[in-house]
């Protein structure tokens, strides 16, 4: 069946990095975009970043643009995002999502991350 399983989360102080992987299995990753989503408490699931099938395309939130680096391995169905510059607002659940074009298909189960002193 298909899983996404992310990885990476934890606590980290402010100005510091952290960075997510996404391992997938149960489907042709290479042709899928891969996309992170965060949701912070008490607000809705928000985009965050996405890479195209083939990796040589990416997209941001302007919130992480500069901060935050999408990229993938498709030999290894995986998926990353490199988080530097962290502030208390990107506190969140991560959720990586595979999609065909620009809505998720399959969803992971998020990992925590936590931005405080």
């Known amino acids: 069946q298909v899983q996404l399983v992310e990885s990476g989360g934890g606590l980290v102080q402010p100005g510091g990095s952290l960075r997510l992987s996404c391992a997938a299995s149960?489907?042709?990753?290479?042709?899928?975009?891969m996309n992170w989503y965060r949701q912070a408490p008490g607000k809705e699931r928000e985009f965050c970043a996405r890479?195209?099938?083939?990796?040589?395309?990416?997209n941001y939130v302007d919130s992480v643009q500069g901060r935050f680096t999408i990229s993938r391995d498709n030999h290894k169905n995986t998926v990353f995002l490199q988080m530097n510059s962290l502030k208390p607002e990107d506190t969140a659940v991560y959720y990586c999502?595979?999609?065909?074009?620009?809505?998720?298909?399959?969803w992971g189960q998020g990992t925590q991350v936590t931005v405080s002193s």
């Open positions: 890479i195209s099938s083939t990796g040589n395309i990416a």
């Open positions: 999502a595979a999609s065909l074009r620009y809505t998720p298909t399959y």
């Open positions: 149960g489907f042709t990753f290479s042709n899928y975009a």
